[in-house]
C-alpha cells in the first residue's frame, strides 16, 4: 500500500519557491546572486500598521477568533469593497483567511466535485492549476499571446466554456504578467459569461492597487453586477500594503459558498492570525497614501526594466499595465549557444544558464504555462535591477 496519497502524484511543488530556494543556497555557497523570482514588494510594512499588530498584542487579541475573521475586520473589508470597487456586500458575505492563497484553496475545495473543469488562462499564477488538480477538477488552460497583450478573447473564453465548466479565474492584474484587463475588454468577457449561467467567477484581485500610467482598475461584479451572485472576489493585504509574512486574505462572495468556505477552515486551520487581523483591519480603515508611493516606484522600475530587457539581444519585452512582473519571450535565443557552451532549446534551458553563467534568477514561462518566455519581479532597488538586466544583456550578447 502506498504511503503518499494518490492527490500528490496529481500536483507539482511551486516553481517560483524553487528558484528563489536555489538562489538562496547559491548565495549562501558564496555565489553573487541576484534574485528576481521572488513575488512580494521589497518595502516594509507601513508603521501604523505594525503599530496596531503590537497594540493587539498588548490588549491581549491573542486568542482563538471566529473561524472566518473578527467582525471589525469583515467591517473593514465591506467598506473596502464599496469604497474601492462599488461593490455592496454584507458581513456576512466575506471571509478572512490565511492569505488570498488559502482562501482561494478553500473556495475551490468547497466546490470541486471530481470532471469539473476550471478554466484558467495562461500564463497563469502557478498555484491555480495546481490547487484544482488538488480538488479533483481539471484545469482547462487557455493560452494567451504577447501580441494580445497577455489577454484572453471572449472568443477563447467562449470556446473553452462546456457543460462541464464550473469556475473561470481570472488575475487581473497579472501573476506573471502584469497584463491588467481594462473596463471594456473585463465587459467583453462578462457579456460572454452572462450568456453560460452555470459557470462561475473565481477574480483574484491581489494586484488591484497597482496599476500604472492612469490605468483605471476594475473588478468582474462591477462591470457586470449580473454576475456578481455567481463571483467570489478575492483580494488581500500582502501585496498593496506590504504585508505578505502576515498572512491576511479575504474575498466578497454569495453567503453559501460564504458559508462552505468557511466550514472547509474550520476543520483545517481555524482563524487567521488574530494579530495579523487587527494589523488588517488598520491597513483597511488606515491613511491609505503611502499605496500610490508605492505604485509610483514599482511603474519607475517596471520602465527601466522594460527598457533595458528590449535592449537584449533576443528579448522582447511588453509594457505592462500592473503588478511587479514583466513577462518577456526568449524566442529569439532559442536554438542558440551561451557563452558557456549551454544549448538554449528551451525557456528552462534559458533561465538555467542565466543562473549559472550570469548568477540571475528568474523563471521560467513553462512554470506558468506558456513558452518560451520567462518571469521578472521587480520587486526590488533600482541598483540591483539595473545590475540584473545589464547582465541579461550580457548574457544575450555572448551568445552564439
Ligand atoms: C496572483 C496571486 N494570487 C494570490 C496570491 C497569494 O497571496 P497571499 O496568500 O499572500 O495573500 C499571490 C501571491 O503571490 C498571487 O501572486
Aim: aromatic share 8%; proline share 6%.
Amino acid at each position: 500500500m502506498a504511503f503518499l496519497a494518490d492527490s500528490l502524484s496529481r500536483i507539482k511543488p511551486s516553481a517560483t519557491i524553487a528558484v528563489t530556494n536555489k538562489a538562496r543556497e547559491l548565495k549562501a555557497a558564496g555565489r553573487d546572486v541576484i534574485g528576481l523570482g521572488a513575488g512580494e514588494p521589497d518595502f516594509d510594512t507601513p508603521d501604523n500598521i505594525k503599530e496596531a499588530a503590537i497594540k493587539a498584542i498588548r490588549d491581549g487579541k491573542t486568542k482563538y477568533t471566529a473561524v472566518d475573521g473578527i467582525p471589525e475586520l469583515k467591517a473593514a473589508i465591506v467598506g473596502k469593497f464599496k469604497r474601492e470597487n462599488h461593490l455592496d456586500y454584507s458581513i456576512d458575505e466575506i471571509t478572512v483567511g490565511t492569505g488570498g492563497k488559502q482562501v482561494l484553496y478553500n473556495a475551490l475545495m468547497a466546490t470541486l466535485n471530481p470532471g469539473d473543469e476550471v478554466i484558467v488562462p495562461a500564463p497563469y499564477w502557478v498555484s491555480y492549476p495546481e490547487m484544482v488538480a488538488l480538488g479533483g477538477g481539471t484545469p482547462v488552460e487557455v493560452p494567451t499571446t504577447q501580441a494580445s497583450g497577455y489577454k484572453i478573447s471572449p472568443a477563447a473564453l467562449d470556446k473553452a466554456i462546456t457543460a462541464k465548466t464550473k469556475w473561470v479565474i481570472f488575475n487581473s492584474p497579472s501573476n506573471p504578467s502584469g497584463a491588467a484587463y481594462t473596463r471594456a475588454e473585463l465587459k467583453a468577457l462578462t457579456d460572454v459569461l452572462m450568456r453560460h449561467p452555470h459557470v462561475w467567477v473565481l477574480t483574484d484581485d491581489m494586484y488591484e492597487h497597482l496599476v500604472y500610467d492612469g490605468f483605471v482598475y476594475t473588478t468582474v461584479a462591477e462591470v457586470e453586477p449580473g454576475l456578481k451572485d455567481r463571483t467570489l472576489t478575492v483580494n488581500g493585504v500582502s501585496k498593496a500594503y506590504a504585508m505578505t509574512g502576515w498572512r491576511i486574505g479575504y474575498a466578497g462572495g454569495p453567503k453559501h459558498l460564504i458559508k462552505a468556505i468557511a466550514t472547509i477552515q474550520s476543520q483545517s486551520t481555524s482563524n487567521p492570525s488574530s494579530i495579523s487581523q487587527w494589523a488588517a483591519v488598520e491597513a483597511l480603515n488606515g491613511p491609505q497614501d503611502f499605496i500610490p508611493k508605492f505604485a509610483e516606484a514599482f511603474r519607475q522600475r517596471r520602465d527601466l526594466v522594460v527598457s533595458m530587457l528590449n535592449q537584449a539581444n533576443g528579448i522582447v519585452c511588453p509594457r505592462p499595465e500592473g503588478a511587479f512582473y514583466v513577462f518577456p519571450s526568449c524566442a529569439g535565443t532559442i536554438g542558440r549557444k551561451t557563452a558557456g557552451g549551454k544549448k538554449i532549446a528551451t525557456d528552462e534551458d534559458f533561465v538555467t544558464a542565466l543562473l549559472e553563467e550570469e548568477g540571475v534568477a528568474v523563471v521560467q514561462g513553462s512554470a506558468f504555462g506558456l513558452a518560451p518566455f520567462f518571469r521578472i519581479s521587480y520587486a526590488t532597488s533600482d541598483r540591483v535591477l539595473e545590475d540584473a538586466c545589464g547582465r541579461i544583456q550580457r548574457f544575450c550578447a555572448g551568445m552564439r
